[in-house]
């Protein structure tokens, strides 16, 4: 019985020991600017030239999410944020120039932008960690798995674009006050999706698009899912670009669904061949 109970302690402890590795915290850094609606302390660390404005929330592995064009980290559907925090610990940032992070005269690029996300997890110590990205921010995700493959796991890639200048287009007849937004426009303009790299992406990767969303259109999220070797498509039926806004709960489900899915499977040995037509061999 003593036997057994060293045993049972060692394993315990074992279990406890793995487990905190597994459930290890991000540690904040940079100084506290404020706090949002629910209490969540904003950060700014100073990188990539810039102060990068962010907050964690939630627990679990991590995942950095990317807002889109004009947006902030308080622009997150509040439903998604909590279903995902129950399992994630989420990384969500400020675009350059938007919200709590600062700009320079740097032109904005859609590298400058991955490269500002990097410059994030550098600081807070995150080797690598899942990402979402939404309008712009899926576009920075695709620069950012054509960049730095290595620093992310799985990706979510949410009404994204192969041809920035089709989306900038909306924008044409609309006054833009805001002179971040309107460099943000002028980014995008020159963004196009370098197809011949595309297909060489091994992360999992999973396109969500609205079927009636009239700013990046659903073919850009067809394309893209068909060149990279195992991605998955999603798309909502009549969901527009705001396809999140439209439906928190169903979106939270799907990116919780493929992020809980492991698809990649080691053949172990060959499929069994299937008789052929008219061998008179049963199913």
Do not use: C
């Not at 279903?83 to 600062?102: C, E, P, S, W």
């Not at 005269?105 to 410059?119: E, R």
């Not at 990205?133 to 620069?143: A, C, F, L």
């Not at 979510?156 to 943000?184: M, Y």
Request: hydrophobic share 45%; no cysteine; aromatic share 8%.
């Amino acid at each position: 019985m003593r036997i057994s109970w060293r045993f049972f302690t060692f394993a315990v402890a074992l279990m406890l020991g793995i487990g905190g590795v597994m459930a290890q915290q991000i540690k904040p850094v940079g100084k506290i600017i404020g706090r949002d609606s629910q209490g969540y302390a904003i950060r700014q660390v100073h990188a990539n030239g810039i102060d990068i404005g962010y907050k964690l929330v939630g627990s679990g592995t991590p995942l950095v999410m990317i807002m889109g064009l004009g947006g902030t980290v308080e622009d997150w559907p509040k439903q998604i944020v909590a279903a995902l925090a129950k399992k994630y610990q989420l990384i969500l940032l400020d675009n350059r120039g938007m919200g709590h992070t600062t700009a320079n005269d740097t032109t904005f690029t859609y590298k400058l932008f991955a490269d500002d996300v990097i410059g994030l997890l550098d600081a807070l110590g995150v080797k690598k960690t899942d990402v979402l990205g939404y309008s712009m921010g899926s576009t920075i995700t695709q620069e950012l798995l054509l960049t730095y493959p290595q620093r992310f796991g799985k990706a979510i890639i949410h009404a994204t674009s192969t041809d920035g200048s089709n989306v900038a287009a909306v924008f044409k007849n609309r006054t833009v006050d805001n002179p971040i937004v309107a460099r943000q426009i002028e980014a995008t303009t020159h963004w196009k999706t370098p197809m011949n790299r595309i297909a060489g992406v091994t992360n999992q990767v999973m396109f969500v698009v609205g079927t009636a969303d009239t700013v990046v259109y659903p073919e850009s999220s067809k394309v893209l899912s068909a060149a990279v070797p195992g991605a998955w498509l999603v798309q909502f039926k009549n969901a527009t670009h705001g396809l999140m806004y439209e439906a928190p709960t169903e979106f939270a489900r799907v990116v919780l669904t493929f992020l809980g899915t492991d698809e990649t499977v080691k053949a172990t040995k060959p499929a069994p061949m299937l008789p052929k037509a008219g061998d008179g061999k049963a199913p």
